[in-house]
Every structure is written in C-alpha cells, then in structure tokens.
C-alpha cells in the first residue's frame, strides 16, 4: 500500500472537508493508496507519537457540507520558521523543513497533499525542493491568488456577506441611518465589491482604491438630500483613505490593530468629525464569513480540486497546484502560483460595472 498525507493550513475555509473527501474518495478507487490526515496541518506529523487520522470512504461520508476541517488546522508552528524558545527564554525560529520531510519519509509517506492558502504553499514548494512529493490546493476566502479565478469559501463569504448587507439595508431604512459594514479579505477588496453589487451598496471601500473622506460625505448627503433617507456603505479590512488614515491590514501587527479597532469604526468615527449629522451604526462581520456549510458552487470546485490533486498525485506531476481558470480545472507550478497576487483593478469591469450601478468607492 501506498501513503498519502493530507493537510489543512492556514485559516479555515468552507469548502475544506469537501476537499478532503474528494482525494478520499478518488484515492478509494484506486485500491493501492491509503489517505491519511495529519492533525492541526504538519504539528500532528510532527508529534511524538504523530496525531494522524485515518481517512476512508466512512470518515468522509457527508463531509463536503461541513463547515471548518475535520483535521483542524492552525496559523502556529509554520516549519520554515519554527518557534524554538531559547534557555533565555528569548524565541528562536528555525527551518523545521528537512526535519518534517524526514519524518514523513520514517512514517512510510508517499506523497502529500497541502491544502492551504499562500503561507502553505511556501511550505509545500519548500518540502517539494526538500525532495517530497507534494500537491497544493490553493484556499482562501479572499480569492487573491492570481492563478485560480475562484478560490473556493469566496462564494460562501460573498453569500454570507450578502445576506447580512440585506438585514442592514431594512434596519438602515427604519431607522435612517448610515449602516458601515466591515467584511474580510486581507489586502484585495474581492468580498467588499461583490458584496457591494450582490446587495447594492451606495458606498464601497476597497484597498485598492483608496478613498477621500470629502467624496465618501458627498454620496451620503446626495443621498440624504434627494430624500432616501439611509446609506449602506460595504468597507474592506484592508480599506484605507487617501491621507493614509486606515492603514492596510498586512501582517499580523495590522490584523492586530484591526482586531482592536475595525476600519468601520475608524471611518465612523472620521464622519463623526468631519461633521456629518446622520446617525452611524458599524457592523463587523469577522469569522461568520467563514463558518458553516459551504454554498454549491464552493462545494463544487472544492471536491473537484480534491479529486484533481488525487489524480495529479496518481500521475507523478508533484510541486504541482490545482486551479480553475478560463471554466477548466487544470495545475500550474506552486511556485508560479505563489508569485503574484490577484487584487481588484480599479479600471476594470467589475469596477466599471459597479460604478454604472451608482456605487461610490469615494475617489
Ligand atoms: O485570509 C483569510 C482571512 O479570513 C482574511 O480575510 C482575514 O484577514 C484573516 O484571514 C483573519 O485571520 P485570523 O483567522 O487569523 O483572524
């Protein structure tokens, strides 16, 4: 028999579980291939002795409409920088790489299949070049990978999002006031702009596009003054004005400070002080937006991705990444697709689009 590992990194993502069942059950057919799950991403292979689980036809019946991962996943204990606490007590960070491909080669695997988002995917091109035979599946809800059209948990975000924006609009007309809606998406403003034509924003900020307060407070008043008397305002995580005053949310600093803060406050609070005499409520939606059951067309691509990381893995094509691009499912080198991120164009359709739909990004 032969030894697959499976892992999940990095945030959670619905969608995950359907991948996992789609290698399952691919992997199933070929009768030669064991599949196992290596608990919280590498830290179970990693443990003495390694927390793994089992993954048969049985462990993944019905999994593809569960929201999270059934082998749990975690943002600590990256392997290419390690934390190791000194005898000072001061933290050390170590390339943990060969170490694990090692480990996985005394556990008898053959081959591993990394689920994960950019993060990850370093990891799997690091082992790859360590000499292990590794497949990525790219995850994200953002859906900032510029090899992939989709990502699978962006639909679901989106939808999430949407739901929640329509709530807001019926309270906001009651009540007259300016909703401000925070969503995630990291640096790129995919979830804000769909979000945004999904439930027919007046306002959307985006990181791409930063804003000017002045431009914001015209399309609020407008609106005010031609009698619809409440606005519905989608902002970014990573959205930021044109003076620079909401800073992008890049690392774990920035996230930090928006975990304390929220860009939706902070451009509250700038409308409160530049005099703006509507009332303003601040929503953020956080982790809903990655909770619960995947929608259909996530469901859709994340098994499709796991049967095609089976099969690439049948075919030998390993340091290989699975995408969806021009409606195909086909791969491309993990290291191509970790070059470049797909952020939102400001000139392009979708902008445009959204524009002729009278949405303001207040530039
Ligand atoms: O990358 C996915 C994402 O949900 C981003 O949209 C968000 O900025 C970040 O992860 C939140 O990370 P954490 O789960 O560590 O709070």
Same mark, same amino acid.
């Given at each position: 028999?032969?030894?697959?590992?499976?892992?999940?990194?990095?945030?959670?993502?619905p969608?995950?579980n359907?991948?996992i069942?789609?290698?399952?059950?691919?992997a199933?057919?070929?009768?030669?291939?064991?599949?196992?799950?290596?608990?919280?991403?590498?830290?179970?292979?990693?443990?003495e002795?390694?927390?793994?689980?089992r993954?048969?036809?049985?462990?993944?019946?019905?999994?593809?409409?569960?929201?999270?991962?059934i082998?749990?996943?975690?943002?600590?204990?990256?392997?290419?920088?390690?934390?190791?606490?000194?005898?000072?007590?001061s933290?050390?960070?170590?390339?943990?790489?060969?170490?694990?491909?090692?480990?996985?080669?005394?556990?008898g695997?053959?081959?591993?299949?990394?689920?994960g988002?950019?993060?990850?995917?370093?990891i799997?091109?690091?082992?790859?070049?360590?000499?292990?035979?590794?497949?990525?599946?790219?995850?994200?809800?953002?859906?900032?990978?510029?090899?992939?059209d989709?990502?699978?948990?962006?639909?679901t975000?989106v939808?999430?999002a949407?739901?929640?924006?329509?709530?807001?609009?019926?309270t906001?007309?009651s009540?007259?006031?300016?909703?401000?809606?925070?969503v995630?998406?990291?640096n790129?403003?995919?979830?804000?702009?769909h979000t945004?034509?999904?439930?027919?924003?007046?306002?959307?900020?985006?990181?791409?596009?930063?804003?000017? @307060?002045? $431009?914001?407070?015209?399309? =609020?008043?407008?609106?005010?003054n *031609?009698?619809?008397?409440? /606005?519905?305002?989608?902002? #970014?995580?990573?959205?930021?004005?044109k003076?620079g005053?909401?800073?992008?949310?890049?690392?774990e600093?920035?996230?930090?400070?928006?975990?304390?803060?929220?860009?939706?406050?902070?451009?509250?609070?700038?409308?409160?002080?530049?005099?703006?005499?509507?009332?303003v409520?601040?929503?953020?939606?956080?982790?809903t937006?990655?909770?619960?059951?995947p929608?259909?067309?996530?469901r859709?691509?994340?098994?499709?991705?796991?049967?095609?990381?089976?099969?690439?893995? @049948?075919e $030998?094509?390993?340091?290989? =990444?699975?995408?969806?691009?021009? *409606?195909?499912?086909?791969? /491309?080198?993990?290291?191509? #697709?970790?070059?470049?991120?797909?952020?939102?164009d400001?000139?392009?359709?979708?902008?445009?689009?959204?524009?002729?739909l009278?949405?303001?990004?207040?530039?």
């Amino acid at each position: 028999m032969k030894k697959l590992l499976v892992a999940t990194g990095g945030g959670d993502c619905p969608g995950l579980n359907a991948v996992i069942r789609g290698i399952v059950k691919r992997a199933s057919q070929e009768g030669d291939w064991e599949v196992w799950g290596s608990y919280e991403a590498f830290n179970g292979v990693m443990e003495e002795p390694a927390r793994l689980l089992r993954l048969d036809d049985k462990t993944v019946a019905g999994i593809h409409v569960l929201g999270g991962t059934i082998i749990g996943t975690t943002n600590k204990g990256n392997p290419l920088k390690f934390p190791v606490k000194q005898a000072d007590g001061s933290v050390k960070y170590i390339n943990r790489i060969p170490d694990l491909v090692k480990r996985l080669k005394e556990l008898g695997f053959d081959a591993v299949v990394n689920i994960g988002g950019d993060g990850s995917q370093a990891i799997s091109q690091a082992m790859f070049e360590s000499g292990m035979p590794v497949i990525g599946v790219p995850k994200t809800i953002d859906n900032d990978l510029s090899s992939t059209d989709f990502t699978f948990g962006f639909q679901t975000a989106v939808q999430i999002a949407s739901d929640s924006f329509d709530r807001l609009v019926t309270t906001a007309n009651s009540h007259h006031r300016v909703m401000i809606m925070e969503v995630m998406g990291r640096n790129a403003g995919w979830i804000a702009l769909h979000t945004a034509i999904s439930g027919g924003a007046e306002i959307c900020l985006i990181p791409e596009i930063p804003y000017d @307060l002045n $431009k914001v407070i015209e399309k =609020i008043r407008s609106r005010y003054n *031609n009698g619809r008397g409440f /606005v519905n305002v989608v902002i #970014a995580e990573g959205a930021r004005a044109k003076d620079g005053t909401i800073t992008a949310s890049k690392g774990e600093e920035g996230r930090n400070a928006i975990r304390l803060g929220g860009v939706c406050f902070t451009l509250s609070q700038q409308l409160k002080d530049a005099g703006l005499e509507a009332d303003v409520r601040e929503t953020v939606l956080g982790h809903t937006q990655r909770g619960g059951t995947p929608v259909a067309f996530d469901r859709i691509i994340a098994s499709v991705f796991g049967v095609k990381a089976m099969e690439l893995v @049948l075919e $030998k094509k390993f340091g290989q =990444i699975v995408i969806l691009k021009n *409606n195909d499912y086909s791969s /491309v080198s993990i290291q191509e #697709a970790i070059k470049e991120y797909n952020i939102v164009d400001p000139e392009g359709t979708l902008v445009k689009a959204a524009k002729g739909l009278g949405i303001s990004f207040g530039d």
